[in-house]
């Protein structure tokens, strides 16, 4: 399986600000995604990242709120815009394709907004 | 589009016994179906998986089985260890289409001494 490496690990930031998660995979994927997941909770899709065109957002998650680059095969960037209290929970990458057989994950960033 | 379905949301075994936990789908285009285990404070990690063209898969302890008349599909853990106290996550996808991965709701569970 690939490596993939996500930061910050965690953080915690004030309301209204933004916070942009990195995900690096080690080797070209397919396809790039990003979910975010509140303790003991599933993993909620936010958006598909697509290389070289705009993310396929997910219903509840809209563009102006979490902008998505993907700017290569290896890379992508999720930012959480203007926070809020409610927007605190685990933000995880997730790739597929190339040399890997399944969907792997980055080790998430806890996201605390105060 | 794609719905899973996970039963039961918490599940207690005796170690040694066996746990089983079952999915359903929605979308009948969907032939792939991984299973992902995560422990408390770390990243969901694929445990198995299987596709449309296979009944059942089989890695040491674990196993699955996929119906896909019933659009249903199970994971099967024996001889239950306490590593193996854990969320498992069953997901659906259409594998080759560039498609999105589905998950359920998980089940967490419980391995008693």
């Known amino acids: 399986s690939a490596v993939i490496s996500q930061k910050p690990s965690r953080d915690i930031c004030q309301r209204g600000t933004s916070l942009t998660i990195q995900c690096q995979v080690d080797s070209q994927v397919t396809m790039m995604f990003w979910y975010r997941q509140q303790p003991g909770q599933s993993l909620t899709l936010i958006a598909t990242a697509n290389q070289g065109s705009e993310a396929t957002y997910e219903s509840g998650f809209v563009i102006d709120k979490f902008p998505i680059s993907r700017p290569n095969l290896t890379f992508s960037t999720l930012t959480v815009s203007n926070m809020s209290p409610e927007d605190s929970s685990i933000y995880l990458c997730?790739?597929?394709?190339?040399?890997?057989?399944?969907?792997?994950f980055g080790q998430g960033t806890r996201l605390t907004v105060v | 589009g794609e719905n899973v379905e996970q039963h039961p949301s918490t599940l207690s075994v005796q170690e040694g016994d066996s746990a089983v936990i079952k999915c359903t789908y929605s979308d009948s285009a969907s032939n792939y179906f991984p299973w992902y285990k995560q422990e408390l404070g770390k990243r969901p990690q694929l445990i198995i998986d299987?596709?449309?063209?296979?009944g059942e898969k089989k890695d040491q302890r674990i196993a699955v089985t996929l119906n896909k008349t019933a659009k249903h599909f199970s994971l099967h853990i024996t001889e239950t260890q306490p590593e193996d106290s854990a969320v498992y996550f069953c997901?659906?996808?259409?594998?080759?289409?560039?498609?999105?991965?589905?998950f359920g709701k998980g089940t967490r569970l419980h391995i008693l001494p």
């Open positions: 299987i596709r449309s063209n296979v």
């Open positions: 997730s790739a597929e394709g190339g040399r890997m057989v399944g969907a792997f």
């Open positions: 997901a659906a996808s259409k594998w080759g289409r560039d498609d999105k991965i589905i």
